[in-house]
Nanobody, 123 residues
Framework: QLVESGGDLVQPGGSLRLSCVAS????????IGWFRQAPGKKREGVSC????????VYIDSVKGRFTISSDADRNTVYLQMNGLKPEDTAVYYC??????????????????WGQGTQVTVSS
């Protein structure tokens, strides 16, 4: 099971940290991705971290603003989001793929999903 938290209403330019806690398995054995889905839009991959954590993947629109990280002791993956923009507004999901590397950030490559957490960026 994956459970996300940390979503909130924040002003443009603000920051949030999303958490994805796993139960029933060890996150560090698999690649973990963050995805988002805005109303009326397809779900898109945002970032991914593989088991090494050495070479995280980001989509271009969040590079330099978002940082993915993992904490093995807490069995948690985080998404630190800085410099938030209104276009970042979406439901954010974490997901696990039963492989050790990230691949292409396509939702159909991921096997287990959390329930999502709402991020709203608005003044």
């Amino acid at each position: 099971q994956l459970v996300e938290s940390g979503g909130d209403l924040v002003q443009p330019g603000g920051s949030l940290r999303l958490s994805c806690v796993a139960s029933g398995f060890t996150l560090g054995y698999y690649a973990i991705g963050w995805f988002r889905q805005a109303p009326g839009k397809k779900r898109e991959g945002v970032s991914c971290i593989d088991i090494s954590g050495a070479d995280p993947v980001y989509i271009d629109s969040v590079k330099g603003r978002f940082t993915i990280s993992s904490d093995a002791d807490r069995n948690t993956v985080y998404l630190q989001m800085n410099g938030l923009k209104p276009e970042d507004t979406a439901v954010y999901y974490c997901a696990m793929r039963t492989l050790t590397y990230c691949g292409g950030l396509h939702p159909n490559e991921y096997d287990y999903w959390g329930q999502g957490t709402q991020v709203t960026v608005s003044s």
